[in-house]
């Protein structure tokens, strides 16, 4: 709005205008949708009557918003919403640019009408009706301008977007081609090695994008290949030891029915062994016997050595009185 210089003074000018606009717009709207009717690329968007009737309703309060120079942001939302409806039941903008031709005819000779000068005596002067017919081949000049210019670019940017859509989907069919290049060689590679054959390397010409998958899975055959043949080589070394333990278990064997037997021997001489045992026991036992008898005969001995002893003390004693009264008679003689 800026840029077209649509600023206050402008927009008060459109009020000024505004009982002219809304007196003509009956007229003018009647004008525009009967050339739709008449016209089968803009008919086939009004399916009945009162479609038709309905859509000039919704002019009509479109214009006495803009004639009330309301470009607020229920305007904006309300266009919005319009130009969406275009879109989607696929109204060209031309059809549009030329609706709009036929409006501005009617409503700028009504204007210019209204605001004509008037002569003397109240009679319309003359030019009126010329004046409006310039003004209004002026508009639809510069709308047909506006319509090409408008076509062009909608052409030429339909253009770069179908060829942006056509290279996208040159760069799509060679990324799809890659990747089943891609896909075939892993694929092989997946084969090789449900097989076993772990041998299987993938090529070089692999598409670039795939380089690093090709490295890591040559990379891992690489190290499987190394694994298996250390198991290999474990396995081979493990069996010989195999049958190194079997042959030590069979002389094991060998040695235990050695020992076995010769437990056997022993066995037996630990029996005789034992039945000499018992044979001593009880010789054993017999010399236990004599041995308490020997003690029962040394306890009796002791207590006649013991009266002995007594009697002998007793001798002693006695022995001592006659020295004594021996000596006591001596004495005396």
Known sequence: MEFMRFGPKA????????????????DALDAFYSQISAFPETKAFFKTPD???????????????????????????????VGKIHARIGLEPRWYIGGYALLLEKLIANVLAERWPKGRFGGAIPGAAERGAELGAIVKAAL???????????????????ETEAHARRVEEAQAAEREKAVSQVSAGM??????????????????????????????????????????????????SSQEINSGAEDLSLRT???????????????????????????????????????NVADTGGVIIQDAIAAMSRIEEG??????????IDGII
Do not use: C
């Open 319 to 328: 022995s001592k009185k006659i020295s004594e009264i021996t000596t006591v």
């Open 51 to 81: 479609h038709v009737k309905s859509a000039k309703a919704r002019q009509n309060s479109h214009w006495d918003r803009l004639a009330k120079g309301q470009f607020d942001q229920s305007y904006v939302e309300a266009v919005t919403k």
């Open 191 to 240: 084969n090789a090695l449900a097989k076993g054959d772990l041998t299987y390397r993938m090529p070089a010409d692999i598409p670039a994008e795939y380089a690093k998958i090709r490295d890591d899975f040559n990379q891992a055959m690489e190290r499987l290949e190394g694994m298996v043949s250390t198991i290999k080589a474990t396995s081979d070394s493990i069996a010989q």
């Open 257 to 295: 029915e050695q020992q076995a037997a010769a437990l056997e021997e022993t066995a037996a001489t630990t029996e005789q062994l034992a039945a000499s045992v018992k044979t001593s026991a009880h010789a054993s036992r017999q010399s236990v016997a004599l041995a308490d008898e020997a003690t």
């Open 144 to 162: 047909i301008d506006m319509d090409y210019s408008i076509s062009v670019y909608l052409e030429a940017s339909e253009a770069a977007r179908l």
């Open 11 to 26: 927009m008060q000018d459109l009020r000024n205008a505004e009982a002219a606009i809304v007196a003509a717009l009956p």
